[in-house]
């Protein structure tokens, strides 16, 4: 059997987070990707950010997925945050069915900062403003459950209030990820205020 | 087959008489023949003494005088061959016999079933007459050829059909071989094997061979210092062993070779030819925090119990310096591998993280991000 990508994203925008290839399996069902994603994560993802340490990710809020990349595949691997499933029609990730993938680079985010002192949210800064309506958008936080979150309208940014049972230390890191359909998923390590 | 019947108030004659033996007989030697491999079934072994001539005239020569040991054989007939008392070899016989013998080759022995016809012992009241009423089931020994004894040792039994069969010169039983010295006309040595020609023993003709306690032994000798292949269950813990090894007399088996009833092998020589281990591998990219496939076929319960092995190979996916937020802001920044590694006998988890940094504050300015590498593992084992 040949080589294939397969390609673990985020379900409620199919943003790739992370690639791994090998011989190629029959997936052909949902059951088939769920037990893959099992066998390649176990029970959640865990992404290395900062030097100690790690973002998790819970197993349900992802999928695994066999991507046809044969013309993508240095570009993918070289670039696993900038690309997302190509989702058309029914298709959703995980269900078994193969996918393509297509860049995502509608925009693309400038900065991530926390507000407030104590922090009470974390603001995402974009390079073009997402338009007259606000567009779903992630934030997973350490130690939380993914937030989901909208663009501010006529803005370039998207803010995420945190949990305000949620305490943050002055002075340490926290790790953080963004995730938006068209945008390149965006990792930061920054430091409470 | 007949048997014979007997009435009250019946006159017995002598053929009533011989049909019942005849009957025994018949019984005997079909078992003998169809259950049975015919050969040596105990004792007959060619025991010497060892000997010197006295001839003053000439310096001594050792030799040995051989004597037939007590025993029982059992022929391609069925008939059986006893020795109730050590039978001496006669050298005078042994020349009859061989008449040009050659020193230091090996002459089989063996014993061949005869009847001879006895007088019947007389009878108070009964007039002394000379009747053969008796056969005595006797044996003669007879030197053979070299070489003669492999034709005799080839011989099946006498089939069923053909009753007691016809008795042929060549139904003998083969007990050994001797050779001789025709300068003294006397045994130089005996011998129980001549190149790759071995004593016939008895067999069993079985296809289902039960014990009736939980132990099955197979012995290569009858006593004494022996191999034995032995199957041992134990009825309380469920588990059953095969053995093989020495066995000293009675006492217990030393294994050299043990299959418990898993199938589970140990044994102390080696493996010729040794076993060769399969290997399987699979290779691909991989990211950060991903587990690493196994090869296709390989059981991960099988990896987990450590019968198969696991090697692994991470290789670091090179990337150009592109923007990355550095503390929240965007910067051109600059990779640098920190971490590329996977425990392979563990979690099998790849870590593999880019320490991405400006290069105008190289040291203060950072991020680790999650990285990508190829990977190669290699599963081996059986």
Known sequence: ????????????????????????????????????????????????????????????????????????????????????LKLGGNDKPGDGNDKVVEPAKSNF?????????????????????????????????????PIKGKTTPNAKDAKFPLDPTLVLKSGEFYRMLFIKDDVPVSAAFLKAP | MLRPTFKEGQILGAADLNAQVEYERKGSVFHERTEHLWGVAQGLTLDTTQQKTTDPTKPPTKYVDVTLAPGRAVDRLGRSILVTEGIPLDPDMFTQQIASPTDG????????????????????????????????????????????????????????????????????VLVGWVKFN???????????????????????????????????????????????????????????????GKQDGNGPVVPVLTVDEKGNIEYKGTLTPA????????????????????????????????????????TPIPQAPKNVLIGGALILAYPLVTRCVVDIAGDRVVHCQVRWYDPANPTTKFVDLPGLCSYTVFATGK
């Open chain 1, 109 to 145: 985010v400038t900065n991530i900062k926390f507000n407030g002192s104590p922090a009470t949210e974390v603001q995402v800064d974009l390079k073009e403003q997402e338009g007259p309506f606000g567009k779903d958008a992630f934030l997973v936080f350490e130690g939380l459950d």
């Open chain 2, 182 to 244: 025709t300068t003294i006309k006397k045994f130089d040595s005996v011998a129980t094997e001549s190149s790759t020609t071995r004593i016939r023993y008895v067999g069993v003709v079985a296809s289902d061979v039960v014990a009736g306690g939980g132990v099955l032994t197979l012995h290569t000798r009858p006593e004494g210092a022996r191999f034995a292949v032995a199957i041992t269950e134990n009825s309380l813990t469920g588990k059953c062993t095969l053995e093989f």
């Open chain 2, 275 to 314: 076993p060769l281990s399969k290997t399987l591998a699979e290779s691909g990219v991989i990211s950060d925090g991903i587990k690493v496939p196994l090869p296709p076929e390989v059981d991960e319960d099988k990896v987990n119990q450590g019968t198969i092995r696991l090697h692994a190979h991470l």
């Open chain 1, 1 to 84: 059997m040949p080589s294939a990508l397969y390609g673990i994203s985020f379900t409620d925008t199919g943003n790739l987070l992370a690639v791994c290839s090998f011989e190629k399996q029959t997936l052909t069902k949902k059951e088939d990707a769920d037990a893959l994603l099992k066998k390649l994560i176990g029970d959640k993802l865990q992404i290395a950010i900062g030097d100690v340490g790690v973002l998790e990710i819970s197993a349900t809020r992802v999928a695994a997925d066999l991507i046809d990349a044969k013309q993508d595949f240095e570009r993918v691997v070289s670039n696993v945050y900038g690309y997302r």
């Open chain 2, 105 to 172: 080759v090996l002459y089989p022995v063996f014993v061949q079933a005869i009847e001879v016809a006895r007088t019947g012992e007389t009878q108070p009241g009964k007039c002394s007459v000379s009747l053969e009423t008796r056969v005595e089931e006797s044996l003669q020994i007879a030197f053979g050829s070299p070489g003669e004894e492999i034709t005799v040792l080839d011989q099946a039994a006498v089939p069923v059909s053909e009753g007691f069969g016809t008795p042929a010169l060549s139904d003998k």
